[in-house]
Nanobody
Framework: QVQLVESGGGLVQPGGSLRLSCVAS????????MGWYRQAPGKPRELVAR???????NYADSVKGRFTISRDNAKNTIYLQMDSLKPEDTAVYYC??????WGQGTQVTVSS
């Protein structure tokens, strides 16, 4: 069974940055799709950023230019660098290899 463990969430002020990490219990080499999703209170889960192939990842329009997804296959880890954070980015962020596995989520709160 694949396990995904996220870390790096927390409370940050608007305009600040956070870096999320997700460690997989299996090799992620050539694992696609794989990426980050989020769910805000009262809203459905939505895509943030993901790899669908070995080429460029895709991003939700709301995070383009502010968030960057990256991966280290040797460490079985993907990352989400989040810059210029806004209050509307507040959500639980999930790492996923859909539909195979989902992490437990990490809370990101953007507030002054």
């Amino acid at each position: 069974q694949v396990q995904l463990v996220e870390s790096g969430g927390g409370l940050v002020q608007p305009g600040g940055s956070l870096r999320l990490s997700c460690v997989a219990s299996v090799s992620i080499f050539r694992t696609y799709p794989m990426g980050w999703y989020r769910q805000a209170p009262g809203k459905p889960r939505e895509l943030v950023a993901r790899y669908i192939s070995s080429e460029s990842p895709n991003y939700a329009d709301s995070v383009k230019g502010r968030f960057t997804i990256s991966r280290d296959n040797a460490k079985n880890t993907i990352y989400l660098q989040m810059d210029s954070l806004k209050p509307e980015d507040t959500a639980v962020y999930y790492c996923s290899i859909p539909p195979l596995a989902w992490g437990q989520g990490t809370q990101v709160t953007v507030s002054s």
